[in-house]
T-cell receptor
Framework: EDKVVQSPLSLVVHEGDTVTLNCSYE??????LLWYKQEKKAPTFLFML????IEKKSGRLSSILDKKELSSILNITATQTGDSAIYLC????????????FGTGTRLTIIP | NAGVTQTPKFRILKIGQSMTLQCTQD?????MYWYRQDPGMGLKLIYY???????DKGEVPNGYNVSRSTTEDFPLRLELAAPSQTSVYFC????????????FGPGTRLTVT
């Protein structure tokens, strides 16, 4: 059974700080790893990572995959209060019909 | 495009009642999914569908049923509601399974008492 573990479970930082969120996975036939941001409602897509070592960036957010270590990190620089959310990591396996397995998420709180 | 829409937004059920959660997408996506999210937990896959007429169980299918008669619609049926089914339910769709990201609906908050 696929497993995704995120750490820390929660994180509280001050506005302007840089944070690093971690995701590790155990999956059969790994294909890609996805990051989502969940505020009050539905998760919204951030990144999909398929190749090891390639960094994906969008503004202050970036993510990188380490296939050797079976892990990924999500970095947020110069954090803002609008970054407060739950960040979900999910892995996609190539087994069956391409199902996502989600971690429990990291709850990030930015203090003004 | 409206994207993925879900109805209702909120619902309170009594134990043993039945209901259907509706999900519709207008992006012509082949793949559709139902997840539940319990407080402080990640999303768990209930059922998914890779196209009209094809459905399959996810991680937590017990107590639920689905059908996929059209590409657009993927309703989730609860036959005998139990308190353990109190959760937030999300429907999602994607063009080709995980090759494209999943787009999520706004969710249905269900309480069973």
């Amino acid at each position: 059974e696929d497993k995704v573990v995120q750490s820390p479970l929660s994180l509280v930082v001050h506005e302007g700080d840089t944070v690093t969120l971690n995701c590790s996975y155990e999956v059969t036939n790994f294909r890609s790893l996805l990051w989502y941001k969940q505020e009050k409602k539905a998760p919204t897509f951030l990144f999909m990572l398929t190749s090891s070592g390639i960094e994906k960036k969008s503004g202050r957010l970036s993510s990188i995959l380490d296939k050797k270590e079976l892990s990924s990190i999500l970095n947020i620089t110069a954090t803002q209060t609008g970054d407060s959310a739950i960040y979900l990591c999910a892995d996609l396996s190539n087994f069956g019909n391409e199902k996502l397995t989600f971690g429990t998420g990291t709850r990030l709180t930015i203090i003004p | 495009n409206a994207g993925v829409t879900q109805t209702p937004k909120f619902r309170i059920l009594k134990i043993g009642q039945s209901m259907t959660l509706q999900c519709t997408q207008d992006m012509n996506h082949n793949y559709m999914y139902w997840y539940r999210q319990d407080p402080g937990m990640g999303l768990k896959l209930i059922y998914y569908s890779v196209g009209a007429g094809i459905t399959d169980k996810g991680e937590v299918p017990n107590g639920y049923n689905v059908s996929r008669s059209t590409t657009e619609d993927f309703p989730l049926r609860l036959e005998l509601a139990a308190p353990s089914q109190t959760s937030v339910y999300f429907c999602a769709s994607s063009y080709r399974g995980g090759k494209n990201e999943q787009y999520f609906g706004p969710g249905t908050r269900l309480t069973v008492t």
